[in-house]
């Protein structure tokens, strides 16, 4: 679980850091129970297909359609998506 929770605060200071945004609480939660990548892993957090599928089932059955949406946009900030 520590190594979860350092996930979620690392990728957290990355996105508030970089973006100015914070994700919900939600979204923390969900990219914590993905727990696959260690600290702030960006290649782990946008090209690990398992990573991005249990993060995204996570968010879509537990958050709102407009979390979905804001953790998408985030991805996308992220991991240089257009």
């Known amino acids: 679980m520590k190594v979860s929770v350092s996930l979620g ?8 850091g970089v973006f100015g945004q914070t ?4 979204i923390q939660n969900c990219v914590q129970q993905a727990g696959i990548c260690e600290g702030v892993n ?6 690990n297909e398992t990573f991005q599928s249990r993060a995204r089932s996570c968010i879509e059955s537990e958050c709102t359609a407009e979390e979905l949406k804001t953790s998408e946009q985030l991805r996308d900030a992220v991991c240089g998506r257009s």
Request: charged letters at 0%.
């Open 23 to 26: 994700p919900t609480a939600c």
């Open 9 to 16: 605060f690392s990728l957290v200071a990355l996105v508030v």
């Open 42 to 47: 960006i290649p782990c957090f946008c090209q």
